[in-house]
């Protein structure tokens, strides 16, 4: 029997998402065992500095550096990720397969529903794109900067007086907490960060025993959208500290459409597009798209936004 080591980080969604994908497997594969290993990331040990601060100070990423480090070592076999939070480059010898399917990709409203908050009403979101986003629609809200796990975060309404917060809808869902969604904000307004609601299933390349079982169960749709949102990104050379939304959906036809949007952190600018194109080739339809999306002046907004991002 072989045993395959599976890294994730250490909060309750990381281990929901663990134990949803390697449930299946378990029942599928019973030659195998999966054992899972907890690994505490920069963003997890500093809950109150910017992300682009943790980020700079781990040295990639606040919320998988230590995880790829120890998939490089061979300290563990496989991790999981929320592929909204891993960078679009992989380190030198990893790899993303094909993830299981994908959750409702979509940000939530907790709290109220848009419509439904006062003027001057407080939200908490701590993401530079969920910040942009709401301003863009309702500049006159008060956007206040939280970070930490999902129930905490859902818990600052009460402890900080908050009239809202911002979550993934993925994340409420796979922790039962869809009672607390006020509203599903829409798509064309608020486009999700690229991947989100999508698992990153990140192996070594060159293990191939790992590789042959995981590789089985990836779903192909799934995989087409997020190589297109992530290449989108990586062309616009973005990450979590600049406000890119991206969403692709597979057409009944098998195109694949792509809608994203750039918004500046205040909200007064925003550029969006969409363009379709073939699901075998999702990176040169997530690089097109890019390429429109500079044509209308989104490296300008971005290249604004970056320095401001670090401080």
């Known amino acids: 029997m072989t045993t395959f080591l599976v890294g994730s980080r250490a909060s309750t969604l990381a281990r929901t998402q663990v134990r949803e994908y390697l449930d299946p497997l378990r029942t599928r594969f019973t030659e195998h065992t999966f054992t899972h290993r907890v690994i505490l990331e920069g963003g997890d040990k500093d809950r109150r ?3 682009s601060s943790v980020s700079a100070v781990s040295g ?10 120890a998939l490089v070592r061979g300290d563990v076999d496989v991790v999981i990720h929320s592929l909204k939070d891993l960078p679009t480059a992989n380190p030198e010898g990893l790899m993303l397969l094909p993830p299981p399917g994908r959750e ?40 206040i900067p939280i970070r930490g796990n999902v129930p905490p975060r859902l818990q600052k309404i009460k402890t ?11 994340g409420l869902r796979r922790l039962g907490l869809d ?7 829409p798509l064309d307004l608020f486009p999700p960060s690229p991947g989100q609601g999508a698992l990153g299933i990140q192996v070594r390349e060159d293990n191939t025993a790992v590789r042959n079982v995981l590789g089985t169960v990836g779903d192909p749709a799934a995989d087409a959208q997020v190589r297109a949102e992530r290449a989108l990104l990586a062309e616009l050379h ?20 792509l809608f994203a949007q750039v918004t500046s952190l205040d909200g007064r600018r925003r ?41």
């Open 238 to 257: 973005g990450g979590c500290s600049v406000p890119v939304g991206a969403c692709a959906e597979t057409l009944p036809n098998g195109t694949l459409s």
């Open 271 to 311: 550029v969006s597009g969409t363009l379709a194109g073939p699901a075998a080739e999702p990176e040169r339809l997530g690089a097109a798209l890019a390429e429109h999306l500079v044509d209308q002046g989104a490296r300008v907004i971005l290249d604004g936004i970056r320095p401001a991002a670090s401080v």
């Open 60 to 69: 990639g990423s606040a919320f998988s550096t230590e995880q790829e480090a």
């Open 49 to 51: 500095a910017l992300l």
């Open 160 to 170: 900080m007086g908050l009239d809202a917060v911002v979550l993934a809808a993925a």
């Open 179 to 185: 009672d607390a969604i006020g509203e599903l904000l």
């Open 104 to 143: 409702d990709v979509r940000d939530a409203l907790c709290g109220s529903t848009l419509a439904g908050l006062r003027r001057g009403a407080k939200v908490g979101t701590g993401a530079p794109r969920r910040i942009a986003q709401l301003l863009a629609v309702r500049p006159d809200l008060q956007v």
